[in-house]
């Protein structure tokens, strides 16, 4: 029986309004496992208005403590229901319960930790000068809008959602349509714990139609979202349009730089986690090992061989060690991109292809792929693939490594594998990326700023930047000076 999911809106599932509804897929089995309702500016105007009167009505008027204790209250819940929500979200994503456990279980970190800032951020005095005194208020915004993507729908939710309510916003969620229902599911959990209906709505749908509805809504005040940099860009400049605000965490090209004195058994299992986790659908995933050429060879034999033994199957397996992508889009896409590798004289080393034995011939299978031979210039080496394929490039030095990571549009995430404590920092402060890891990739933690330079984001997630970036400013300036002041004082004369 599949299960069909409304939106929520002030606190209850309710239809599209036009009554639509659309499949989601399970991606190992081609499966329709939900119906989802199809939403559009109608859907999307009703959630703002439910939003809005949540605001108006109690929401901005709560203290942080009061927040405090329902985001303590709500990191409880989902901590008991971490077993069903990665279920969940394994089966529509395709990404192995072994992930999805771990991240799930990370969430209520989230909410605690935002419960902490809610109730102990502090507004500050201007130092304005002996006759004034300047407190500043910090705000909410009012209706925000979140956009979401399929990779990680709950992590990444929660990591736009925690603050938007720390800092006293209600919320419009637009998950991505190849994930939809786990974000529903999470709404459910926010009423169990008590946030009252209409602080938290969701609307399903397609980026086009409610996703552009939601950024084009003059009654939204910001919009945070995660995606594609096209996506990024286009949404972006409707929300400027009409001079909203914007978070945006957009694509990734992150490289991975193994240097000869690395303990090179961590590095190379530290890129394969790098390259590989989420079948390579990661904004930071490693897409360009970049080895010390004495080592080069050595790194990537190894790494050919572990690659091809990794274990594809079932989702819902605990030993499995990846699943298939997302979506046909994402396997047509990454065969189109070892298409282009090869085209271009790429030497591909591993993978390549998909698995051709039952039950895998059924899902979107791909084994994971790596490419040596590449040139800088190559496709392959600038593009964001999105998919299990990783490119290693030899390096002669440290000035070439460091080229090499910068020589690209994007700069979200990047990695550097050395034992040598000045080296790395040396190269960390040399990288363009919002986040650079040393002898590790794709640690997170809610107090650490996550963000893209270049081509991968505006703005930040996590920590105290993502909650400030949650309000606004009002200076109130008063006048402390007893003395009687009259700028025209005089002007009678002239009349
Ligand atoms: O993402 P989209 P898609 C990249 C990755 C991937 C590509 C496409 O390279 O191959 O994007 O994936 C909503 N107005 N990333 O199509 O389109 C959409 O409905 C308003 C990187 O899944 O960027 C979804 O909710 N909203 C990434 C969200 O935007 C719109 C994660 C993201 O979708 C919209 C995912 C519009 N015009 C993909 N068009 C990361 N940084 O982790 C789409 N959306």
Known sequence: MVRTYGHLIDGEQIAAASGKTFPVENPATLEVVAEAADGDANDVARAVEASQTAFDRYWRRTTGRERAALLTRFAEIIASRVDQLAQHET??????????????????????????????????????????????????????????????????????????????????????????????????????AGFPPGVLNVVT?????????????????????????????????????????????????????????????????????????????????????????????QVTDALVSRANAIRLGDPLDPATQMGPLVSQRQLARTEQYVQIGLAEGARLVAGGYRPKEPPLDRGYYYRPTIFTDVKPHMRIFREEIFGPVTCVVPFADEEEAIRLANDCEYGLGAAVWTQDVKRAHRVAQRLEAGVVWVNDHHRIDPSSPWGGWKASGIGRENGWDAYWDYTQTRSVIVNLDPTPFDWYAGSERYS
């Open 205 to 297: 749908g397609y980026g086009p139609s409610a996703g552009h509805a939601l950024a084009a809504h003059p009654g939204v005040a910001k919009i945070d979202l995660t995606g594609g940099t096209p996506t990024g860009k286009a949404v972006a400049s409707v929300v400027g349009g009409r001079l909203g605000k914007v978070t945006m965490e957009l694509g990734g090209k992150a490289p991975v730089l193994i240097f000869a004195d690395a303990d090179l058994d961590q590095a190379v299992a530290g890129a394969l986690f790098a390259a590989f986790i989420a079948a390579g659908q990661t904004c930071v995933q490693g897409a360009r090992i970049l080895v010390e050429k004495t080592v080069y060879d």
């Open 91 to 192: 089966i529509i994503t395709g990404r192995p319960i072994r992930e999805m456990r771990a991240q799930v279980g990370r969430i209520p970190d989230w909410y605690a930790y935002y419960a902490g800032i809610a109730q102990t951020a502090q507004e500050v005095v201007a130092p304005f000068g002996p006759q004034y005194l300047n407190y500043v208020q910090r705000l909410p915004l009012g209706v925000v809008g979140l956009i979401t993507p399929w990779n990680h729908p709950l992590l990444i939710l929660t990591k736009k959602l925690a603050p938007a309510l720390a800092a006293g916003n209600t919320v419009v969620v637009k998950p991505s349509e190849f994930a939809p229902t786990t974000a529903v599911e999470l709404a459910q959990l926010a009423l169990e």
